[in-house]
């Protein structure tokens, strides 16, 4: 029997708690969220993390700007929330306009405000194993398999796709749990020679049906972590759930599988940037 890994139900029990703690606190954690242009896909992500910041009672700050706004525009306006003390987390949602280098944009964010966990002292942190504030997909992939009590220590994991947002964090965090890793990409020669070892296997490449029955070992736990949606308008992830979820463990569903755990994450990250940032609570 395959086990759903029910991600909705799983960062809904993680929102009462969180809501209840908010409840208790003088002030209320605030976080400003910034979208550049019109992107359709990540205006429903931004949309849905202000939904949830506001069921929890986090105060949640939308800045919307156009396309054409300039990086040294965007650099300023971070630099002002950086010195707001009102503020104590800054998402910028990705990806950015072209002729935005997404790379300076993030490291202007001030590592205690980086609730996205993307600043290089905070992946760095990440790598020697003494993490501060850990990149929300990767954190609520690790939180999903943990409610499950899916054994991570000695299990060989594999990952296929390198992003720094989602694959490489990812690496390092299961490798921290004593899981050994293999990290695949796009030139990985014969890629099911990997992906069939795998006791976890976890997709994040944004291709619908990239991971087909042949690639997936019997009883492997399997992770979808891809979003796409088709010309019909259905959304689908990487793996195809069809097939693969007749033969796996477990299996996240999408939607509802590592989305909803993102946010998640995202709402517990701000709450503690938000605990690191006022004194004496
Ligand atoms: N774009 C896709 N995923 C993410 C994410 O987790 N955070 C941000 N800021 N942008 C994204």
Known sequence: ?????????????????LKSHIALLASKPTLAVIIVGTNAASQVYVKNKIKACEKIGIISNHIHLDASVSQNDLLQMIESLNADHTIN????????????????????IHPKKDVDGFHYSNIGALSIGLPKFI??????????????????????VVIVGRSNIVGKPLAMLLTNHDATVTLC?????????????????????????????????????????????????????????????????????????????????????????????????
Do not use: W
Not at 89 to 108: D, M, R, V
Not at 135 to 153: A, D, K, R
């Open 1 to 17: 029997m395959t086990i759903k890994l029910d991600g909705k139900s799983v960062s809904e029990n993680i929102f009462t708690k």
């Open 89 to 108: 987390g800054i998402l910028i949602q990705l990806p950015l306009p072209s002729h935005i280098s997404e790379k300076k944009i993030i490291q202007a």
């Open 135 to 156: 990149s929300c997909t990767p954190l609520g992939i690790l939180t999903l398999l943990q409610h499950y009590s899916i054994e991570i220590s000695q299990k060989h």
């Open 185 to 281: 990409h796009s030139k990985t020669p014969s890629l099911e020679n990997f992906t069939t070892q795998a006791d976890i296997l976890i997709s994040c490449v944004g291709k619908p049906n990239f991971i087909t029955l042949s690639m997936v070992k019997e009883g492997a736990v399997v992770v979808d972590v891809g979003i796409n949606r088709l010309d019909n308008g259905t959304l689908v992830g990487d793996v195809s759930y069809e097939t693969v979820s007749k033969l796996a463990s477990f299996i996240t569903p999408v939607p509802g599988g590592v989305g909803p755990m993102t946010i998640a994450s995202l709402m517990e990250n701000t709450l503690k940037a938000y605990k690191i940032q006022t004194p004496c609570m």
